[in-house]
């Protein structure tokens, strides 16, 4: 891509300290593992993975919510401020997150209209009913709920002020993070349309962040697919979910449902290994249905295919290694 | 499809909303009106001054068992007017109490939430001092203050106040973190707003209720807590008087003039029960999902 990106980060790494039982050492778990990527205006990324492959925090590190213990996270080619200097609450007006659970994201003693219009009062610009009136009209709310609690609305109403309150501040980023999975199924289209009406109406960058691959499909403009804290796997939606490269891609969409397909789901083995426990070599190779001796030696790079160009860590679709013959 | 005709349970009118007090809180708000009032216009309307000695009038009964209208509710083993007492303890104790509850919530509740704010060196202050508090007897600790400092009023209702602080520290604190942890919390404080205005504007009053009740919890325990220091003669000293003071005095005569007990007992019991259903309806009010 030509234009220089928004926001771009490297090699974000971010490390948890925990204890097993009461004297137990302190083990390392390495949440988010040397992630990179970079988020242009108008384009969506999405980014999909099994529940606690690091998504969530990748998305909370990009946004400079936490601290990332390291790598680094450029806007607009600077660096990133230390959360909580006035430098960084500053920014939040360029980047906002939309939180997976509604209801828990607002304060429950405030009418929502007090809680759209308080990122403007925060960064001192006019607050005025109109624009709160403007602003609900624009995620689809009609202007007199503004005066409702969050309890009085629907799921779905309660998302939709919640975009409204991100939007306020007419943001260049908005974060979502798993914003559709608490929702029915109906709502979900609803709020997903919404999404993409909205980012062509602003043109925000967007990092969507889920597990429904359907969804990420629809919305995005890139896709990326993470395994426990890496990025395994990332290219065009449409590449990569109709013809995934990767193992665990593979697997993953493969478990799409399907209405008349015939082709058996891949499932893999064992369960998603423990993240203190990182396997030797490619984290993946314990489930991976054709791992080779060398998967389990050297963990494989994120880099281009040869063929096509697409990213991919692993050594069997790099052609490093070769599928030794079916027995 | 066909149209169906329409459900009984459309036609039901919508519940109405709450109108008007329950009648417990009706009394407790009258209750606790005339007791202000009382404590306000205590000079005013008291009949005697509260030590003003009727010496021909001894332990006389109250009007309805005996007593005259000079008395009404009849005199103590000094001739002194219990209803005068009455309404110059029910001042005291009032002002002791609501003073006392007010010193110690807030400051349980700043500590607290500055525990919650900074963490690390601060919280593990603000967790000794709480684990402090809440391991010495507060008996021996007021001793110990009103033997080394000597009686004042202010004094001892600074010391009341630091009866009950650590329970809001507490409550503040685990509050404000689980708040900030995920939820609301979390969310304003990535929209950019700062940490006054997170805690003031939204932890604050989404934990309030549960601080209503804490303060209404430990009133009646601080309106014990003065009888008992008052009855051990650390508290109200006379020739002031308490209603804690005077139910531990009028207890020589419980068997020959009861009254001089049962009338401050009385007032005790209804305050400290309309403060409790006073707070517990306020905290149904505060909160905008249980209507």
């Known amino acids: 891509m030509s234009e220089a990106p928004l926001l771009e980060a490297r090699g974000l790494l971010r490390r948890y300290g925990m204890r097993r039982g009461l004297l137990g050492r302190p083990v390392e778990v390495r949440a988010v593992d040397g992630v990179s990527l970079s988020l242009h205006r108008g384009r969506t990324l999405g980014l999909v993975g099994e529940s606690g492959c690091g998504k969530s925090t990748t998305g909370r590190l990009v946004l400079g919510l936490e601290p990332s213990d390291g790598g680094g996270v450029a806007w607009e080619g600077r660096p990133m401020p230390p959360p909580g200097t006035p430098a960084w609450r500053a920014l939040r007006a360029r980047m906002q997150m939309v939180f997976q659970d509604p209801l828990g994201a607002l304060d429950r003693r405030l009418p929502i209209g007090a809680q759209v219009a308080e990122p403007l009062a925060i960064h001192g610009l006019p607050g005025s009913r109109d624009r709160v009136a403007e602003l609900l009209r624009d995620v689809g709310l009609r202007p007199d709920q503004a005066a409702r609690y969050p309890h009085e609305l629907s799921g779905g109403q309660r998302q939709r002020a919640v975009l409204a ?22 709502i979900q289209a609803q709020v997903m349309n919404l999404l993409t009406e909205l980012q062509a109406r602003h043109g925000m960058a967007m990092l969507f962040i889920s597990h429904d691959l359907r969804a990420v499909r629809q919305v995005s403009h890139r896709v990326a697919v993470m395994y426990l804290g890496r990025i395994v796997e990332a290219g065009k939606p449409d590449a990569v979910l109709q013809d995934p490269a990767h193992p665990y891609a593979r697997a993953l969409v493969s478990a799409i449902p399907h209405p008349g397909r015939r082709q058996a789901r891949i499932l893999l083995p064992g369960d998603p290994p423990n993240p203190a426990d990182r396997p030797a070599g490619c984290a993946f190779h314990p489930r991976c249905p054709m791992a080779v001796a060398l998967c389990a030696r050297e963990a494989p790079a994120l880099k281009p295919r040869p063929g096509d160009g697409r990213l991919v860590a692993c050594h069997l679709a790099q052609g490093d290694a070769t599928l030794p013959k079916a027995a | 499809m066909p149209e169906a005709p329409p459900s009984p349970i459309m036609l039901a009118p919508p519940r109405a909303r709450r109108q008007g007090l329950p009648p417990l809180v009706l009394f407790a708000v009258g209750w606790l009106g005339l007791m202000l009032g009382v404590a306000l216009l205590a000079n005013v309307v008291s009949p005697y001054a509260y030590t003003a000695l009727d010496l021909r009038n001894r332990l006389s009964p109250p009007i309805g068992f005996g007593g005259t209208t000079a008395h009404w509710l009849g005199t103590d083993e000094l001739g002194r007017d219990v209803l005068s007492r009455l309404i110059h303890s029910i001042r005291m104790s009032l002002l002791i109490a609501f003073g006392a509850t007010l010193i110690g919530a807030v400051v349980g509740t700043t500590l607290g939430l500055l525990a919650a704010q900074f963490r690390g060196l601060v919280e593990q202050a603000v967790l000794a001092l709480v684990d402090f508090s809440a391991s010495l007897p507060f008996l021996i600790l007021a001793l110990a203050v009103l033997a ?15 009866h009950a602080w650590e329970r809001y520290a507490r409550i503040a604190r685990g509050l404000a973190i ?61 020739p002031a008087t308490s209603l804690g003071s005077m139910v531990g005095y009028g207890r020589e005569y419980l068997s020959r003039a009861p009254w001089i007990l049962l009338s401050p007992a009385a007032v005790i019991v209804l305050t400290t029960l309309s403060v409790s259903a006073l707070g517990d309806w306020l905290r149904d009010r505060l909160d905008p999902s249980l209507d």
Do not use: K
């Open chain 1, 165 to 186: 309150r991100a939007l306020a501040t007419a943001p260049a980023l908005l974060v979502c993070d798993e914003p559709i999975s608490a929702l029915d199924v109906s």
């Open chain 2, 148 to 162: 080394f400092f000597g009686n004042s009023l202010t004094l001892f209702v600074c010391l009341l106040g630091l």
């Open chain 2, 178 to 238: 689980s708040a900030g942890a995920q939820g609301y919390a979390a969310a304003v404080r990535q929209l950019g707003a700062s940490a006054w205005r997170v805690q003031l504007r939204h932890v604050l009053p989404n934990i309030a209720s549960t601080l209503i009740v804490s303060m209404t919890l430990a009133f009646p325990e601080i309106i014990l807590l003065e009888s008992g220091l008052s009855f051990l003669g650390l508290g109200v000293q006379p």
